[in-house]
């Protein structure tokens, strides 16, 4: 066990690494050009030249990237072209108001959307099935953006139940930073609740046919205990699966939710480097990215093992 | 849970939360100290001389004091000097410091700290970079006089070291004056009226001031950058909001005290609310540029600068830009701002009347234009800029010229145009930007007016007597002979077509009733602003 | 090391009849376009509705359309009334007239994305199952380029050119096709062990021969459901790009970009964002129906295999 997370963190390191290239040198062919953007509307080329060899702008791909490379290995991310500040920092700014928003989002999608698949399957078939579904086919083909400015309306500006936007560190009240990432993480989880109420539905059913359930059944045993307990236990493994891969698409739809309810999250900040070129930004945030991506998929083959002790590493 | 108790209880849990004061509605009118401001744009950097945008500047105005501010008539008045001496042959400038200047950290502002801030500016600012030109001697006659040597009068000192154009003649510690002006300042003490919280600072998110208890601030009536900068509050939030949408919202729910710019089609909706008050938010407004690159085909040729700007339509565009209210523009048969002492409409009238699509297309087919395509880089993250590039695409199809819509971003469109390679080969042909109607007033700060060829700004229009007659103005001895010189370099400038104006127009700002003392000017102003 | 693939597309089962009764109805087999919706009801409706979102495309210009990109700055932001049936936007322009082009855009923006991401994905997924010592780079590189977000990835590809439909529809294949490679790599792999495909190995067949008889015939029913989510979801990222300001210039209308430009005004002008809306959720809702259909009617077991 030990030996197989050891192996996978050591794994990693090529994708970081190929993730680091593929951006740097995306960056690197990409035109736009932060000097400018620095310099502003009214600067003259000579100027825009000074701050370009400033920033060490004018120097070839190879070299930056070997000097990024270099630094990276003593765990420093550098600077920020436009603030100054170090890139650690603004990403350690902006961490917490993201992972609040994920966890919550996470949470909230696997209570609202692991019963209803649980129900969908149950009464596979009924019209509570087709509601239910329904709803989640529609989660899945509106824009977050438009749930996000519905959900504000209605709640915040009509009936003024909850904020508009913004976000309270946690330091500041349990109530006061959950208050504040309600409609947001509904109007991001609209889509894993529709994703995940649908694998729940699909291997719920695919167990509910299987021998032991028949059994369970025959032995008298009620719906709630066969259903929540025998069944779900086994169905578990593709939810945690699509739990897993969706960890990728929290965060692109992180960037979205984050601008409606003015969040000072990782995906604005993601957003503003892109267009301001903010290249040393940019490095820090897609690492970080691609360092989440591989945790969550490690824990997710982990919670594997503990659900069915057949799989072994 | 479901939803009935849910929202019952959060009610609950919300109502206890506001009587102690916690839930975020509740903070903003509770702690009536703290005015909370959504900035026109993310606060990303914060060296004033280093990164001119407009938002930079507006911060630092909190953070650093000037010498000189002008007023709301653009007049220079005294701000951190007493007073100052000319000598006769107009060559010798002696500054003298007012008294009770201390910076955040407590230090006296002293002369040394003047003469370096001055330089680095100097290094960075048009206005700035003439003086340089001209100076003999910047130094510290003692630890509150200045003195500023040079070799040839420059009559508008002044207004150079109180003006508005960024980048503004601040004036820093010694130690971090002496920064490469091509460099970035990291630590930002001033003298100004309020102190930045940069521990607090998330850029693109927030950024925080705090009232600087010990600053003095003059005895005459604040009028923008002149007279007394009194703070009445303790604590200034700018809070950065990309989505207007959630802005407008936050405002309507007390949220947000103060947003600078809410776009015009939401203004019906905040008129409607009792608790908010809207009004103009700068009188010089904006000037919209149709800027062409006179280096390539097919711009090149005077005759097809001359169609376009013949079926130009200014309407079309200041309607695509500030909407349906037409009390927020007006057409702009110059280059210069309209209600400024020195407006001119000389030489504009191909800009004003019926619009000739038939006299462009006959001016196009004169000058030899056979469909080369124009190459319009239009910033889609900037919705001025994109609504003038959808009416520009429009425009070139009706006159019949071949478009090449290049959609992108600001960052990118800012490189693409120092390019000086042709349109095909990773050049342009034209993009839009605009110009702050206070930067338009006079030639003074006026980059983008100039006709220098090669070294004048992108698009490098070449017009020796535009340049002639801004060279006049400069040398202008009295108000009437500024006014003659602009009138004629309005002319001139229209004839080469250096850019196309695209009109002028203004924005609205809107604060929450129980905010007082906002006024209108090229940048919100802090001081004397009360909360509740 | 096992399966963490799989992936947002085996989502099984909207409506569908999985579930084997305990004793099965009297056999009555109805024949023809009836009895074939009567089997797949999802593939009838979703396949229906997207036929006639097509021929809505195809057709636009005689359905009382005019030019969707011709500005009439004097009547911006009209409600909709007998001039405009869906009224207008910002700059003026005919929002239904908008829309209808609209499906253009976002049609060939889906249909593009999943055809290319199956393909690419298709290729890279059987030369990663069956060239041993290409597997784990590929699979590496594809980890790599999966744990960049699609939505970052597509964004900063577009800031490398010019936003175009060519190049949104890029971006987001490029973010879609490892999730395909993946995909039938997995496929792959599990036939590689079954019987008759080592039988055939061992009998000396040629790989590029078993991978026609065998594993393309196999590999063609999941890598169709997956293509039919890949164009589902490439259609919503084209909005969210929109979003971002990274998609189609706005003088291409598609559902996205009206929607992104019409979003700040929705509290006063709701009908901007409306309506598009609408028809995406219908798009994507034919899809995802069509999808669900086909993966029960290909194989009803088939989230079981990855």
Redesign the interface.
Same mark, same amino acid.
């Given at each position: 066990m030990l030996g197989f997370i050891l192996r996978r963190i050591i794994s990693t390191i090529p994708v970081m690494g190929i993730v680091a290239l593929f951006v740097f040198s995306l960056l690197y062919i990409a035109?736009?050009?932060?000097a *400018? *953007?620095?310099?502003?509307?009214?600067?003259?080329?000579q100027?825009?030249e #000074?701050?370009r060899?400033?920033l060490g702008l004018d120097r070839p791909f190879l070299e930056r990237f070997a000097e990024w490379s270099w630094r990276i290995l003593h765990g420093d991310l550098g600077t920020?072209m436009?603030?100054?500040?170090p890139v650690t920092q603004?990403i350690g700014? #902006?961490l917490e108001p993201t992972l609040s928003l994920m966890v919550i989002t996470l949470i909230l999608s696997i209570v609202i959307a692991v019963p209803m698949g649980v129900v969908a399957a149950w009464k596979a078939g009924s019209w509570i099935d087709r509601v239910l579904m329904g709803f989640a086919v529609f989660g899945f083909s509106v824009p977050v953006f438009v749930v996000g400015?519905v959900l504000?309306?209605v709640f915040?500006?009509e009936l /003024?139940?909850?904020?508009?936007?913004?976000y309270?560190p946690l330091s500041?009240?349990l109530?006061?930073w959950f /208050?504040?990432l309600?409609l947001p993480s509904i109007a991001l989880g609209c889509v894993y609740i529709a994703l995940i109420a649908r694998i729940t539905r699909a291997s719920m059913l695919e167990v509910l046919q299987q021998d032991y359930i028949r059994t369970a059944r025959a032995k008298g045993l009620g719906q709630r205990p066969i259903l929540f307990l025998h069944a779900l236990k086994n169905a578990a493994i593709p939810i945690v699966t699509v739990i897993g891969i969706g960890m990728a698409l929290l965060i692109g739809g992180a960037v979205v939710t984050e601008?409606?309810?003015?969040i000072?999250g990782l995906g604005?900040?993601t957003i503003?480097a892109i267009?301001?070129?903010d290249y040393p930004v940019i490095q820090g945030i897609v690492l970080l990215f691609s360092f989440i991506y591989v945790l969550v998929n490690l824990i997710v083959d982990l919670i594997y093992t503990v659900l069915d002790p057949r799989i072994r590493y | 849970m479901d939803r009935r108790s849910f929202?019952k209880s959060?009610?609950s849990?919300?109502a206890l939360?506001a009587s102690g004061g916690?839930?975020?509605?509740a903070i903003a009118q509770g702690a009536a100290k703290t005015l909370k401001f959504v900035p026109q744009a993310?606060l990303?950097?914060?060296d004033p001389i280093?990164?001119?945008?407009y938002v930079v500047r507006n911060a630092s105005m909190l953070v650093w004091d000037t010498l000189y501010g002008v007023n709301d008539k653009l007049e220079a008045q005294p701000q951190m000097v007493e007073g100052d001496e000319v000598s006769s042959d107009g060559l010798t400038w002696t500054f003298k410091l007012r008294s009770g200047l201390k910076f955040h950290t407590g230090e006296p502002v002293l002369a040394k700290d003047v003469v370096a801030s001055l330089t680095r500016w100097c290094a960075?600012d048009?206005m700035g970079l003439m003086i340089k030109a001209i100076q003999k001697e910047l130094a510290a006659v003692d630890d509150k006089t200045v003195k500023w040597v040079l070799s040839k009068p420059f009559p508008k000192m002044r207004f150079a070291l109180g003006k508005n154009?960024?980048p503004i003649a601040f004036i820093m510690p010694e130690r971090i004056a002496q920064t490469?002006p091509?460099?970035?300042i990291?630590e930002y003490v001033g003298s100004g009226p309020m102190k930045f919280a940069q521990k607090e600072?998330?850029?693109?998110?927030?950024a925080v001031f705090e009232k600087f208890a010990d600053y003095v601030p003059r005895s005459e009536p604040a009028s923008w950058l002149a007279g007394g900068k009194v703070i009445a509050i303790d604590r200034l939030e700018w809070?950065?909001?990309?989505?207007?949408?959630?802005?407008?919202?936050?405002l309507?729910?007390g949220?947000i005290d103060w947003w600078e710019t809410p776009?015009p089609?939401?203004i019906?909706?905040l008129k409607r609310n009792r608790n908010i008050k809207v009004d103009i938010a700068d009188p010089l407004g904006n000037v919209g540029s149709f800027r062409l690159n006179h280096m390539h085909p097919p711009f090149d040729n005077l005759k097809v600068r001359k169609a376009v700007q013949m079926a130009l339509s200014q309407?079309?565009?200041m309607?695509?830009v500030v909407?349906?209210d037409d009390s927020l523009w007006q057409l702009l048969p110059s280059f210069f701002t309209p209600g400024t002492p020195f407006y001119t409409e000389e030489g504009g009238d191909i800009l004003k009347g019926p619009r000739s699509i038939d006299g462009a297309k006959k001016l196009l087919a004169e000058a030899g234009y056979s469909g080369q395509p124009v190459t319009c880089i239009?910033a889609?993250?900037q919705a001025p800029l994109?609504?003038m590039g959808?009416?520009t695409?429009?425009l070139l199809k009706k006159i019949g010229m071949t478009v090449d819509?290049?959609?992108?971003?600001?960052?990118?469109v800012?490189?693409?145009r120092?390019s000086k390679s042709p349109p095909g080969q990773g050049g342009w042909g034209m993009f839009h930007?605009w110009?702050a109607g206070a930067?338009c007033a006079t030639p003074a700060?006026y980059?983008?007016l100039r006709g220098t060829g090669d070294n004048a700004?992108?698009g490098w229009p070449n017009s020796p007597n535009t340049e002639k007659e801004i060279e006049a103005w400069f040398e202008a001895k009295n108000a009437d002979e500024e006014k003659s010189a602009m009138a004629r370099i309005n002319k001139a400038a229209m004839d080469d077509v250096v850019y196309i104006p695209t009109g002028f127009y203004k924005g609205f700002q809107a604060w929450r009733s129980n905010i007082s003392g906002v006024v209108g000017g090229p940048l919100p102003f802090f001081w004397n602003v009360k909360k509740g | 090391m096992t399966a963490t693939a799989s992936s947002p597309a085996e989502v099984p089962v909207l409506v569908g009849e999985p579930e084997l009764p305990d004793i099965l109805p009297p056999v009555k087999q109805r024949h023809g376009i009836s009895g074939f919706a009567y089997r797949h009801p999802a593939i009838a409706i979703g396949g229906f509705m997207l036929l006639l979102l097509i021929l809505m495309a195809i057709l636009a210009p005689f359905l009382g359309t005019t030019d969707p &990109?011709?500005?009439a700055? @004097?009547k911006?932001?009209r409600s909709p009334s007998a001039e405009f049936w869906f009224g207008s936007d910002?700059?003026?322009r005919d929002i239904y007239s908008r829309v209808i082009y609209g499906a253009r855009v976002s049609l060939v923006v889906g249909f593009s994305v999943a055809i290319i991401a199956s393909i690419a994905g298709l290729v890279v997924g059987l030369i990663s199952g069956f060239v041993r010592w290409a597997d784990s780079i590929i699979m590496r590189i594809m980890d790599g380029m999966m744990s960049i977000p699609p939505i970052l990835l597509a964004v900063a590809l577009m @800031?490398l050119t010019?936003? &175009?439909v060519g190049n949104v529809i890029a971006a987001i294949a490029v973010a879609e096709f490892p999730r395909v490679t993946r995909l039938v790599r997995g496929v792959v792999l599990s036939l590689r062990e079954q019987p008759y495909v080592e039988a055939a190995v061992a009998a000396g067949t040629r790989t590029p021969m078993i991978i026609i008889r065998h594993i393309l015939p196999n590999t063609i029913a999941p890598l169709s459901v997956q293509a039919t989510y890949i164009c589902a979801s490439a259609m919503i990222t084209e909005s969210i790009l929109s979003f971002i300001? @990274?998609g189609?210039?706005?003088?291409i209308p598609s559902w996205g970009n009206i929607m992104a430009d019409g979003? @700040?005004?929705?509290?006063?002008?709701p009908f901007i964002v409306f309506f598009p809306a609408i028809f995406l959720s219908l798009t994507v809702l034919a899809v995802n129906l069509l999808g669900d259909g086909l993966r029960d009617a290909v194989d009803p077991r088939m989230a079981k295999r990855l």
């Open positions: 035109p736009g050009d932060p *400018v *953007v620095i310099a502003g509307d009214q600067a003259t080329p100027d825009v #000074r701050i060899t400033a920020s436009f603030t100054g500040m603004l700014q #902006r400015y504000a309306y915040a500006l /003024e139940l909850l904020p508009v936007q913004g309270t500041a009240g109530w006061p /208050e504040n309600i601008s409606v309810f003015a000072p604005r900040l503003d267009l301001r070129r | 929202l959060s009610l849990v919300g939360a916690i839930a975020a509605p993310n990303a950097n914060f280093w990164g001119t945008q960075r048009p154009n960024t490469d091509f460099k970035q990291t600072w998330v850029p693109g998110a927030k809070v950065i909001m990309p989505d207007p949408a959630t802005a407008s919202a936050a309507q729910s949220e776009i089609d939401l019906p909706v309407e079309d565009y309607r695509a909407g349906s239009v889609q993250d994109k609504a959808e009416v695409a429009d819509f290049v959609a992108t971003d600001w960052g990118t800012g490189q693409r120092a930007t110009h930067d700060a980059n983008a700004w992108f | &990109s011709a500005l700055p @004097a911006r932001t910002m700059m003026g @800031a010019r936003g &175009s300001g @990274a189609t210039p706005p003088i979003r @700040a005004l929705w509290q006063v002008k």
